[in-house]
């Protein structure tokens, strides 16, 4: 039998997190977050973080469980969220996933393999090497010539996931990317409702300029100074995410504070329509366009609720027999 799995997604700002609170405690449920920033410690302005208030009890995974040095990627979040949903399912509740990072999200529900290899030591120390004689940004090109896919989705400064992706396509003369795409296609071991939640695109923008208003207003710069001090640089990982590399142009004195927020403003309302763009093409979504619902979020998660009423899950319990 497949385990019960809800997902909450949708582009940033649009208001997923007060929503799924409501709908994990609706069904008993508990949430992981697919959140590629809220996983970090001391990032919590720039990363619209639930705050402990905002959970009203309902338990959270995989926030605050990383440092600002680490590198969160695709194949940690995937290792992470099993373990989570692994305790859920054995305390007979529902995981809830709620964020909006969609590669995430598609990694988890339809359990792809990123197990590319066993890995060539020679192939692997010679990329090494020439990543410290030539540099992060000399490797991703060469990955960009064998694989433009892989490299959109790689991070230049992520120089493990560049070699592992080189590595792969010099072993196997396939593309890693082909790889992953044929994974993708796999069905779903999970028995599911992907949710996406919209709104129409002058009330999404307004919203992303409130919230970038805010945590201006909250201390963002500060938060990223205080990083900053904590020796945090802008080729990691962690500060290339929104609200992080801008402010620290501004500390750097590349830009204006004014410029800095234009810029946080502009990238941000970019990166929900990148956003939409992906979870136009998943599989298997239900949207919940918000103007369909005349704004009404009470009448959103009814609908939520009675489509998962019809799955029948709020009165199964879940056990391990089931997995």
């Not at 605050?64 to 305790?87: C, S, W």
């Not at 305390?91 to 964020?99: F, Y």
């Not at 962690?238 to 004014?258: A, F, H």
Request: aromatic share 8%.
């Amino acid at each position: 039998m497949a385990l019960p799995l809800i997902i909450l997604t949708g582009p940033t700002a649009v208001g997923k997190t007060d929503l799924s609170i409501r709908l994990a405690k609706a069904v008993g449920g508990e949430i992981i977050s697919a959140d590629s920033m809220q996983a970090y410690r001391h990032m919590d302005i720039g990363s619209a973080k639930v705050t402990g208030e905002e959970m009203e009890g309902v338990p959270h995974h995989l926030i605050d469980v990383l440092e600002p040095t680490q590198a969160f990627h695709v194949v940690l979040f995937q290792k992470l969220a099993k373990e989570a949903m692994a305790e859920i399912y054995g305390r007979g509740h529902i995981p809830v996933v709620a964020g909006g990072t969609g590669f995430y999200i598609q990694a988890l529900v339809y359990d792809i393999d990123f197990t590319e290899n066993d890995g060539d030591p020679a192939v692997r120390a010679r990329l090494e090497e020439t990543a410290k004689a030539k540099g992060a940004g000399y490797l991703h090109h060469m990955l960009k010539d064998i694989d433009p896919a892989a490299a959109d989705q790689i991070h230049a400064n992520n120089i493990k996931r560049v070699i592992r992706a080189i590595e792969f396509y010099e072993k196997t003369g396939t593309r890693i990317s082909d790889h992953n795409e044929a994974e993708r296609k796999k069905e779903s071991p999970y028995d599911f409702l992907y949710y996406v939640l919209n709104t129409d695109r002058a009330a999404l923008y307004d919203r992303i300029d409130r919230r970038v208003d805010r945590m201006v207003e909250d201390g963002l710069v500060d938060e990223v100074r205080k990083l900053a001090d904590m020796g945090c640089t802008r080729d990691m990982v962690s500060m290339q995410g929104l609200g992080y590399k801008e402010i620290l142009d501004y500390l750097d004195g590349r830009c204006s504070l004014e410029e800095a927020i234009y810029i946080l403003k502009r990238d941000t309302r970019h990166f929900a329509k990148r956003q939409l763009t992906w979870f136009k093409r998943e599989r298997d979504v239900r949207w919940l366009n918000l103007p369909e619902f005349g704004y009404d979020r009470e009448k959103v998660l009814a609908r939520m609720l009675e489509e998962i009423s019809q799955k029948g899950w709020e009165n199964k319990t879940i056990t391990q027999e089931n997995r």
